[in-house]
């Protein structure tokens, strides 16, 4: 951990001096305080503790049923209500829905640890993508520096058999705060946001095997105004993952790795039609990850991917660094080369230094019949982590650079293009 700290700590000299302040942020996530603010205590009018609906948090119990019956009062009371998860136990939690909308703000304090049942046969009958599901719930809070473990080891040694579920789920969520909490192990995607407005995420750590299958840490789907923040996130898949019909994401100050990093997509996945526009990423150290920033859409697919921004990122053997792949095709059987292509437009790369541990440090892999356009690189050093070289590779990639682009940059220049986008963006 000292080891990280000091890194993050480098990683703000090195590139961001207003991002110093934040280290003091990751500091205190690293100690992840066990108890609220003081001011978001007094603001609370009532607080339940789980163990009042006989909840015992001795791991062996089945704790579902007061976990339940807690959010129910919880919900339909007038005022601001606490549900509190004490610390120094575990509760043992099967699949359950919270569900909205409630009568006032909630907030859930986790500060004890909740486990999901070892057994995957417990989900037998059930939709098996939900355990903790949360669902048309305005103005809630989820904090209190507690643990959520999807204890997802047998399911991954069952990886091919069955559909996985994520740990937290929040669908069709407004004004949605999830702050200070440890997420481990989970089944499959830790954290999904999907058709979700206004959200805020920060100081959240996810951890699990960089060999796990598909555990994403964050998931962002549909969902609109979501800031992510002061995170750690080290699991076997994609760190952030955004996709389809997502807009106004931010993502600031994170650690990402292992895992396959930054992502927007996959899209237009079986002829789909999404979009995804105005991601702006600022500020992320990357290590030992398959990718650091990605956009990948598939063949078929239709849509666009437009108006992001990644700048300041620090990477760490990095195997893409840099990528747009709008070949993505992760089926066993090769995808046939179609005309359609998820259009990508108007996407900077600023500031983005660090080693890639392959010498495909940028790669820009756009469609034939739908060509990248209005990228745009600007102060890019990325080394080998082995000592070797550096390469770009382009494909159909129109766009310019500026300053130092280390490996050289290989679009192709056209002004021209950037007036025709302009009137492109107003069609948007
Ligand atoms: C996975 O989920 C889909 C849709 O919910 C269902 O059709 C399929 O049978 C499930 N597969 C397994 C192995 O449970
Ligand atoms: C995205 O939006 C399109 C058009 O409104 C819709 O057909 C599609 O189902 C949406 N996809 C998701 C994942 O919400
Ligand atoms: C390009 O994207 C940025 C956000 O990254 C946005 O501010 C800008 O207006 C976009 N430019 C055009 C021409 O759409
Ligand atoms: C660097 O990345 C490569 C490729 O992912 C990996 O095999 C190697 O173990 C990494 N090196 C270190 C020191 O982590
Ligand atoms: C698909 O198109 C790409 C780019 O034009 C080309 O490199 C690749 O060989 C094609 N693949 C097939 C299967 O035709």
Request: proline content about 4%; glycine content about 8%; overall charge positive.
């Amino acid at each position: 951990m000292h080891h990280f700290c000091s890194l993050i700590y480098f990683f703000c000299i090195l590139m961001c001096p207003k991002f110093a302040v934040h280290a003091q942020g990751f500091e205190s996530l690293l100690q992840l305080p066990r108890s609220g603010s003081p001011r978001t205590k007094t603001r609370a009018k009532r607080v339940l503790s789980v163990g009042d609906f006989g909840a015992k948090g001795d791991g062996h119990h089945d704790d579902t049923k007061a976990f339940e019956h807690a959010w129910k009062i919880a919900c339909s009371f007038p005022v601001r209500t606490r549900i509190l998860i004490p610390a120094g136990h575990t509760y043992l939690v099967r699949p359950v829905e919270l569900g909205g909308p409630c009568k006032s703000r909630v907030t859930l304090m986790i500060s004890g640890t909740i486990v999901a049942p070892k057994d995957p046969d417990v989900w037998d009958g059930l939709n098996p993508r939900k355990w903790l599901y949360f669902h048309q719930v305005n103005h809630l809070r989820v904090d209190g520096g507690g643990t959520v473990n999807g204890m997802g080891q047998e399911w991954w040694a069952r990886s091919c058999k069955r559909n996985k579920t994520m740990a937290l789920t929040f669908h069709k969520c407004k004004n949605l705060k999830v702050h200070n909490l440890i997420v481990v192990n989970s089944q499959q995607m830790h954290i999904a946001f999907t058709n979700c407005l206004r959200v805020t995420v920060s100081n959240l750590k996810v951890i699990a095997p960089a060999t796990s299958p598909n555990t994403d840490g964050i998931h962002i789907s549909a969902s609109r105004g979501v800031e992510v923040k002061d995170s750690i996130v080290r699991t076997g898949d994609d760190c952030v993952s955004i996709v389809s019909n997502s807009s106004r994401i931010q993502i600031r100050n994170i650690f990402c790795g292992p895992g396959h990093g930054i992502s927007i997509g996959s899209l237009g996945k079986s002829k789909s039609w999404a979009q995804v526009h105005n991601v702006f990423v600022d500020g992320a150290f990357i290590s030992n990850t398959e990718n650091g920033v990605r956009i990948k859409t598939w063949q078929g697919g239709s849509g666009y991917a437009a108006n992001m921004k990644f700048q300041n990122v620090l990477m760490e053997n990095v195997s893409y660094p840099i990528i747009i792949d709008q070949y993505y095709c992760d089926s066993n059987l090769p995808c046939a080369n179609q005309t359609l292509n998820v259009k990508v437009d108007n996407i900077s790369f600023v500031h983005i230094k660090g080693t890639s541990a392959t010498e495909e440090a940028i790669k820009f892999a756009c469609s034939d019949s739908f060509p990248c356009e209005g990228l745009y690189l600007e102060d890019i050093r990325l080394e080998s982590y082995t000592g070797g070289i550096t390469k770009s590779f382009c494909w159909e990639a129109y766009g310019s650079s500026s300053g130092l682009v280390r490996p050289p940059p290989c679009l192709i220049c056209t002004d021209s293009f950037i007036k025709q986008k302009v009137g492109l963006a107003v069609a948007f």
